[in-house]
């Protein structure tokens, strides 16, 4: 489906594609998200203009059509427009069958991948995702963008300790994945996660997802609104 808000263009679907859990194409010229993290992996090519967004606390940007971001599951990010005229982007949601949670380490300090082969084997996976029937050729592609994606994490030197490493906190987002769709405060995810109430990113993450998941359906509404931290 496709919405039209004021500046902002989205149109998100499920593909019958194993591997994909959501496909998002999208406009925005005055947008920013705040820090959250996703289950999946976040496969992104701009087709226009620039984003500037956060992976673990560091800054990074991204201008015009010939690289990839990767974004790992459960690293906490945000994201923004640079310019009046925004950017144009395009989504893969990536399951850990395609790429498992443990190489989500070394993506964390080179999250934009310079490859101009992968950016257009992802730009042909996207047009045959456009087309209905176009299952098996999406699958076909699907698998040489996940061995190009696989060449590079292999030559990146892993980061630090993984999820695995902190299972408190692990224990932690399991009890607030179990209250996501009940409702929880700001206050008391902060106190299962030990952290400030203007901080809990996980929760944001699945809040945001829950809201981006609806989107197929036409409840655009339930998309966070778009724009820009006030200053203080």
């Known amino acids: 489906m ?16 194993p591997g994909i859990s959501e496909v998002f194409h999208a406009h925005f010229t005055d947008h920013a998200y705040p820090a ?13 203009g620039s984003v500037d967004f956060a992976l673990d606390r560091r800054r990074h ?12 599951p459960g690293v906490p990010h945000d994201g923004r427009t640079v310019t009046a005229s925004g950017f144009r982007k395009r989504n893969l ?4 069958s395609v790429l498992p949670q443990r190489l989500a ?14 950016r257009h084997r992802i730009h042909q996976l996207h047009a045959a995702l456009a087309y209905g029937g176009g299952e098996l050729e999406a699958e076909s592609r699907l698998s040489f ?4 994606l696989h060449f590079h994490l292999a030559a990146l030197r892993p980061g630090g300790p993984g999820r695995a490493a902190h299972r408190p906190a692990t ?12 409702g929880m405060s700001l206050r008391e995810a902060a106190a299962v996660l030990h952290a400030h109430p203007a901080h809990p990113t996980h929760l944001t993450g699945k809040r945001i997802d829950q ?9 655009l509404k339930a998309f966070p609104r778009a724009g820009r931290p006030r200053r203080t």
């Open 2 to 17: 496709t919405g039209d808000r004021s500046r902002a263009s989205i149109s998100a679907w499920k593909p019958r594609v």
């Open 36 to 48: 959250h993290t996703h289950d999946t992996w976040d496969l992104m090519i701009l087709d226009d």
């Open 61 to 72: 940007g991204a201008t015009g059509d010939s690289c990839v971001l990767l974004l790992p």
């Open 93 to 96: 949601y990536l399951d850990v």
């Open 105 to 118: 380490g070394r993506a964390v300090d080179t999250p934009v991948l310079k490859d101009r082969l992968l």
């Open 145 to 148: 963008i996940q061995e190009r």
């Open 171 to 182: 224990e932690s987002r399991d009890v607030l994945d179990s209250r996501t769709r009940v």
């Open 211 to 219: 809201a981006r998941k609806l989107l197929p359906s036409g409840h």
